[in-house]
């Protein structure tokens, strides 16, 4: 059994859908047969870093006042409170993820992904500190295993890893996502958004029982990272550069 997982580091229901995962995955009987690979995808692919704060990152991007940015922020941090994790509302900043997702796929070939993107979202969402500073991202990665020689080879090659991150993306098109977390099953079930750990339950029997494809979420005309779980490319984005 296989899964492939579109998401981006900043995006909180990724944080969150990535725990859910991990508690569903924990009950599959055959849980050390599925394979896991994380795909690269960029909400906003334009954006630079900024030191602006969440709630007037978020009230800007998607239409809302600050006081929605913040009441959704702290929605957010107790849904992630429920799932075990640490969710910081103030003290994050927001940029460009591409150099995020390039040294996720470096960590792929040293077989460190797993390890470098859990080290990624805590360093976004319960550091206090920025994922954008180079420092940082050269830190999470020594400590999820890399050669620190390597990594800040890849971060001074602009093109290191940029086709498998352009890779991805494309296939995300094609399939028509447009929020992520998204989770594809063997290629073929999709599920949209950080969905219960119920759903996977009911994905992994539609597979063993050759059900037909299951539309469970779909994800298109979201704005916005949004209480049904998915965190939305903004409808003015452009393309992937």
């Known amino acids: 059994m296989s899964f492939d997982i579109w998401s981006d580091i900043p995006c909180p229901w990724c944080f969150i859908g990535k725990a859910r995962f991990e508690k569903a995955l924990a009950a599959f009987p055959h849980r050390d047969d599925v394979e896991v690979a994380h795909r690269s995808f960029e909400v906003d692919p334009r954006l630079r870093h900024t030191r602006s704060t969440t709630d007037t990152a978020h009230a800007a991007k998607y239409g809302m ?38 040294l ?89 958004g950080a969905q219960p750990v119920e759903v996977f339950a009911q994905v992994e029997r539609a597979r063993r029982d050759h059900a037909p494809r299951p539309t469970l979420v779909a994800t298109a005309d979201q704005a916005g990272c949004d209480a049904d779980g998915s965190c939305a490319v903004p409808s003015d984005t452009g393309s992937v550069g």
């Open 65 to 102: 006042t600050p006081a929605q940015a913040r009441a959704a922020e702290e929605n957010l941090a107790r849904v992630a409170e429920d799932e075990g994790l640490t969710y910081l509302v103030d003290h994050r900043d927001h940029g460009n993820t591409f150099d995020l997702h390039r």
């Open 104 to 192: 996720l796929h470096l960590a792929a070939a040293r077989g460190r992904q797993h390890a470098l993107l859990n080290l990624f979202y805590e360093g976004n969402f319960a550091s206090g500190r920025s994922i954008y500073d180079v420092g940082h991202q050269v830190e999470l990665a020594v400590r999820a295993g890399l050669d620190e020689a390597e990594v800040r080879a890849v971060l001074a090659d602009r093109q290191a890893y940029a086709d498998e991150v352009r890779d991805d993306e494309a296939e995300a098109a094609r399939l028509g996502v447009t929020g992520v977390p998204f989770f594809v099953v063997d290629g073929k079930y999709g599920v949209s």
